[in-house]
Every structure is written in structure tokens, then in C-alpha cells.
């Protein structure tokens, strides 16, 4: 092995260390929002509507630092997907949208649906004929 290749190798191995620690800093980061989530969920009033849209928010906001810890490990094109719908989801489940920003979202919805379709090794059709019928 030449220098030039032990040199991409070390740094290859260092960018995988990093992703790893930027990782275990967003569990980390996750686990702690879980815990505090709890407590303030536990205090709220759940006889209002804007309690249950919290809850929502909050457990939207947890799966999402969790896919991003997967895209960071993974790196695959579905895990970017995966983030990006639940980061759309997200938004779509905000009681305050207007008119536009639905339409922005189903169209950012789609157009992930086609990306995973056309840009990955099993598309979502294939997904659904595997799942038996009854």
C-alpha cells in the first residue's frame, strides 16, 4: 500500500470515527429530550387539544434524532428518505398551517415517495407485494 492510499485510509477511518461520536452525541441528546419530554408532558392539562399536538410534536421530534443516528451509521439513500418524511411529517402536523404549506408538503411527500421508488433498491411498490394480503 502506497502512502496516498494509507493516507485516504486513516482518513476514512478517522470521518467513520466521527460519524460514529456525532451519533452517540445525538442518542445521548435524544435519551435527555425523551426524559425532559416526560416530565413536561406530565404536567400538562390533557383535557386541551394543544397538549395532544405537543406530544405529537415531541415524539416526531425523538424519531426524527433517531433516523438521523441511523443515516449516520447506514448511509443509505432510504435512511435520508426515511428523515426527510418524518421531517415533513413533522411540519404537516403543525395545527397552524396555511393552504400553501399543505400543498408544499404533499408535494414534498410525493416527490420522496418517487425518489424512494426510483432511487432505491426495492421502491415501495415491491414493499407493499411482499406484505401478504388477507
Given amino acids: 500500500m502506497n502512502i496516498h492510499q494509507h493516507i485516504d485510509h486513516m ?10 461520536l456525532v451519533a452517540l452525541a445525538v442518542v445521548v441528546g435524544v435519551m435527555m429530550y425523551s426524559l425532559q419530554s416526560i416530565v413536561v408532558l406530565v404536567g400538562m392539562d390533557w383535557s386541551l387539544t394543544e397538549t395532544y399536538y405537543e406530544l405529537i410534536n415531541r415524539v416526531l421530534a425523538i424519531i426524527i434524532g433517531l433516523e438521523l443516528v441511523r443515516m449516520l451509521i447506514s448511509h443509505s439513500i432510504a435512511a435520508v428518505l426515511e428523515l426527510l418524511a418524518f421531517v415533513i411529517a413533522r411540519k404537516m402536523l403543525k395545527p397552524d398551517l396555511e393552504s400553501v404549506d399543505v400543498m408544499a408538503g404533499v ?10 421508488h426510483y432511487f432505491t433498491e426495492s421502491g415501495f411498490l415491491d414493499d407493499e407485494r411482499k406484505i401478504p394480503h388477507s
Avoid: H
Fill in 107 to 116: 408535494l414534498a411527500f410525493v416527490a420522496l415517495m418517487a425518489a424512494r
Fill in 11 to 20: 482518513w476514512r477511518s478517522a470521518i467513520t470515527i466521527l460519524e460514529k
